[in-house]
């Protein structure tokens, strides 16, 4: 597609009940990334996933926070037992593997409220 | 402290006005340097990249980068009320299309 597509663009879930969202990057790159925007707290990286290599893992929060990406493009980032807390808006984003062409291409997120 | 710090504002300016947004930064190892803009409900989009020190042009748009101080900035001339959003700076060490390090960000709003 012409950007990267979130999926839910909304999600209300009861505190314990475990979601999953969804992220189909731009065909073509190889890096896919997922970060965390909370109120007043800027973007926080989750997980970021590079060609065949072991994905890098060092943002997740806590072991109900995994990710998997399938064949090198879609991606799912599931939340177990949800906390209010993970209350945010989860931004996917894609780019190519060259570290000198700048910048990712986000998605529009998912908001993901537990109430 | 954060590894990035920015200014949470807000900012309000009127139409036409030379803005000036900045971050500071602590981790010398910094080499990429970005400025993303959030509109609302949607994800941010890359507005300028900077490779280490220097200055960076494009439009209304000048990306700064002092190394030595730790501290980068974006200048926005002739601020047009499309301007409005909030503005995030990012940063890494090992590339532009890696893991970023982001400020909180900073919401304008360029007053008709």
């Known amino acids: 597609g012409a950007g990267v597509s979130q999926s839910p663009s909304n999600k209300v879930t009861e505190k314990g009940k475990d979601v999953e969202l969804r992220c189909d990057p731009i065909s073509g790159h190889t890096a896919l990334y997922w970060y965390r925007q909370s109120l007043g707290q800027g973007l926080e990286f989750l997980i970021y996933?590079?060609?065949?290599?072991?994905?890098?893992k060092s943002g997740l929060p806590s072991d109900r926070f995994s990710a998997e990406r399938t064949g090198g493009s879609v991606s799912t980032l599931t939340i177990q037992r949800t906390q209010q807390e993970d209350s945010a808006v989860y931004l996917c984003a894609s780019s190519f593997a060259d570290r000198e062409v700048g910048g990712y291409t986000f998605g529009s997120g998912t908001r993901l409220t537990v109430v | 402290q954060k590894e990035v710090e920015q200014d949470p504002g807000p900012l309000s300016v009127p139409e036409g006005a030379i803005v000036s947004l900045n971050c500071t930064y602590s981790?010398?190892?910094?080499?990429?340097f970005m400025w993303y803009r959030q509109y609302s409900r949607k994800g941010p989009e890359l507005l300028m990249y900077t490779y280490s020190s220097g200055n960076k042009e494009d439009g209304r748009f000048t990306a700064q980068v002092d190394k030595s101080s730790k501290y980068i900035s974006l200048f926005i001339r002739d601020s047009q009320p499309s301007d409005s959003a909030t503005y995030l700076c990012?940063?890494?060490?090992?590339?532009?299309?890696?893991?970023?390090?982001f400020g909180k960000g900073i919401t304008l709003s360029v007053r008709p």
């Open positions: 996933f590079q060609g065949n290599s072991a994905p890098d």
């Open positions: 981790n010398s190892a910094f080499q990429y």
């Open positions: 990012a940063m890494s060490n090992t590339g532009a299309n890696s893991k970023l390090t």
